[in-house]
Structures are given as structure tokens and as C-alpha cells.
């Protein structure tokens, strides 16, 4: 059974179709690469799953459960976890604290039991900071866990929302433009992060970006949106083929 599941899913911000009737499944432990032009509704499809736009039309169900009526603040709890364009760390905390941040989603305490320092909430802290260890081990930002954001060059600041993604423990990684900002080396040092995340770590990603290479090189299926419409769905191979991606990318046809 699909993991993620959308089906026939339309947004409309006043008069503009930003949706259009939009389909596919995500299987478990798959990479899905979402790409289009600019203004395909990449975004706001991603924004739509994430729950911070309403759908005007459709369904979405993550893990066969209905999720358009789950309230945002539940998103993370249910297992969805995801990264944005623009980076959102807090440039004053250490790297540990900020990936620490994201495991707090998982958490029971609240200001009555931290207030009172309950015996339970001590050992639940302690777990987060050994689970957002875990993580700065596995992307190689041990080194800089003290450090505060700020200061940290930009392609170790991506690794830290990363692992602060990873620490409310998802089952599927919504990854928004990652190799944005990134040269040629931190993009294919991304991608193999991303096989060792679904291969070691046993997730399900869902990646929208730009950079075509690494799309193509990391995922199992891609999926093409244009001017809201789902105009291609399969592998890269099938994809790079088929003539209305290329006609929508070259604004030609195929020869």
C-alpha cells in the first residue's frame, strides 16, 4: 500500500489554478522527485501534504489515513517531517540544540511538568539529546555541535535543518529545494545523504528541486507538474523521453 497517496488534489487562490485535479502514490522506502518549470505548483503541493495550505479539491492520505483535516501543529507527530527553500534555523543556538528542536515534536513534557523538573521529563530530555547525537554522527556535524548556527558555512547549515528534520523521526521526508545555494561537490554529497537516509534509515522521500542531475541520479520515480498539471509520471529514464516534459522545459517539441 502507498505511503502517500494524492489523488486528484486542486488548490485555487482566488481566480488562479495553482492545482490541477493532481495524482500519483508514493510507495514505502522510495525517492519521488517532483519537478516542473517555475509556477508548476511544486510548492504548493508540498504546502498542501505539510498542511499549510487547504486543498480547495481532493485527497491525501499518508499511511492510509485521511490527511487534509489533520491540523498543521499534528503533521510532524503523525510522521512527516520536511525542509524548506529558506533555511529557518535559530542562528543563536548551538547545532545541537537546533536539531534537538525537532525532536521536541515527539515529546510529552509541557511548561506545568518542565516547571516542576519531573524525574520523566529529565530522562525524555536526555533521549532527544542522544537522538539529535545520533544524527550529527550519521551527517558528520559532530565537529561543529557546539557551534551556534550562525557563522556555519551555508552547505553545513542545509545538514543541520536536515538532521533537525530527521529528529521527529519521519517515516516521510518532504525535502524543498536542498540543493539550492550548493556547488558541484555539496550536491553530489547531498545525494548520496539522501540514499543513506532512505537505505540505512529506512525512510520515504519526496523531493522538490531544480537542479535536474540530482533528481534524476537519486530517484526511483519523478513526477512532472506544468502550469499545475501532472503532464509525466515514471522512472528518470521514461521521463527525460517523454515529449511534453521536454516540450515544457525547451518550450518545443520533441524531434
Not at 516542576?116 to 539529546?129: F, G, N, T
Not at 556535524?141 to 557563522?151: E, F, I, S, Y
Amino acid at each position: 500500500m502507498a505511503i502517500l497517496s494524492v489523488q486528484d488534489v486542486s488548490v485555487r487562490f482566488g481566480g488562479i489554478i495553482a492545482l490541477d485535479q493532481v495524482s500519483f502514490d508514493i510507495e514505502p522506502r522510495q525517492i519521488v522527485g517532483l519537478i516542473g518549470p517555475n509556477g508548476a505548483g511544486k510548492t504548493t503541493l508540498f504546502n498542501c501534504v505539510s498542511r499549510l495550505y487547504e486543498a480547495s479539491a481532493g485527497a491525501i492520505t499518508f499511511d492510509g489515513s485521511p490527511l487534509l483535516a489533520v491540523p498543521p501543529h499534528r503533521i510532524a507527530g503523525l510522521g512527516i517531517g520536511r525542509t524548506f527553500q529558506n533555511l529557518a534555523l535559530f542562528p543563536t543556538q548551538t547545532v545541537r540544540q537546533n536539531v534537538m528542536i525537532g525532536a521536541h515534536s515527539r515529546t510529552r513534557s509541557d511548561f506545568l511538568s518542565n516547571a516542576l523538573k519531573l524525574p520523566w521529563v529529565a530522562r525524555e530530555e536526555d533521549e532527544c539529546r542522544a537522538h539529535a547525537d545520533d544524527l550529527l554522527r550519521f551527517l558528520d556535524l559532530r565537529a561543529v555541535a557546539d557551534h551556534p548556527a550562525a557563522g556555519l558555512p551555508f552547505a553545513t547549515l542545509k545538514r543541520v535543518e536536515l538532521a533537525r528534520a530527521l529528529a521527529s523521526r519521519p517515516r516521510l521526508l518532504l525535502l524543498d529545494e536542498p540543493a539550492g545555494g550548493l556547488n558541484h561537490e555539496e550536491v553530489e554529497a547531498l545525494g548520496a545523504i539522501i540514499r543513506r537516509i532512505r537505505d540505512e534509515l529506512g525512510l520515504t522521500l519526496l523531493l522538490v528541486e531544480h537542479h535536474m542531475s540530482l533528481v534524476m541520479q537519486v530517484s526511483d520515480k519523478v513526477v512532472v507538474l506544468d502550469f499545475g498539471r501532472k503532464i509525466a509520471e515514471g522512472s528518470p529514464a521514461e521521463v527525460q523521453r517523454d515529449p511534453e516534459v521536454i516540450k515544457a522545459y525547451l518550450g518545443t517539441e520533441a524531434a
